[in-house]
């Protein structure tokens, strides 16, 4: 089981309370579909995704994104139990959606980059650290039931 220490729990829930989902979720699969088009491949039946600008200005990816991030909200309100949490979306990815289990990583990576931006100053070494390590759990619990 994953340990957290008090600090970690507070920057993770103080991140999330304050997040924008509207901006950030949008702006986190925006990046990924332009920085890793690979990724565009699961989102062919969401119109124009043709140019850089067609795909920020998507409203289908930006709902999308949104719900994403609240798939997050899973996680943190279930921080000691990550893998449980996510057995039935893992199922989904993997059988259903057939999402290659790395693009979880990409996606996090965009996520971090994206929250970094926003929060400027205040994304410091100890914040990244506790999110990074959030957003590792959740991809392998995303990961788990894949075979
Ligand atoms: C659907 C969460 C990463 C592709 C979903 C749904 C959630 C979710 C909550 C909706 C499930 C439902 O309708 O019951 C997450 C989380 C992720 C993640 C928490 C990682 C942090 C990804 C990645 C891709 C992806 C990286 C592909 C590159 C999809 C697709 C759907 C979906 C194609 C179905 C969309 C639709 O029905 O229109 N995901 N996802 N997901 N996800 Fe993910």
Redesign the pocket.
């Known amino acids: 089981m994953v340990e957290w220490t008090q600090q970690e729990r507070s920057i993770i829930t103080g991140i999330f309370s304050n997040l924008d989902y509207e901006e950030i979720g949008a702006k986190a ?1 925006s990046r ?2 332009i920085v ?1 088009p690979w ?1 565009q ?3 062919g ?2 119109g124009d995704l043709s140019t850089n600008e067609a795909i920020k200005s998507n409203p ?1 990816i930006a709902a ?1 994104g949104v ?6 909200d ?2 943190v309100k279930n921080m000691d139990n990550i893998k449980a949490a ?1 057995a ?2 893992s199922v ?2 993997s059988e ?2 057939h ?2 289990p790395d ?2 990583k ?3 990576d965009c ?1 971090t980059i994206v929250v970094a931006a926003k929060l400027g100053d205040a994304f410091n070494a100890d914040t990244q650290s506790a999110f990074q390590k959030f ?1 590792s759990v ?2 392998s619990a ?1 990961g788990r039931q894949y075979h």
Not at 67 to 72: I, T
């Open positions: 699969l990924c579909l890793y990724t491949r699961y989102f039946a969401y289908k999308h719900k994403v991030l609240h798939g997050l899973r996680a996510y039935e979306l989904l990815h259903k959606l999402v290659d693009n979880f990409i996606f996090s996520l957003l959740v991809v995303l």
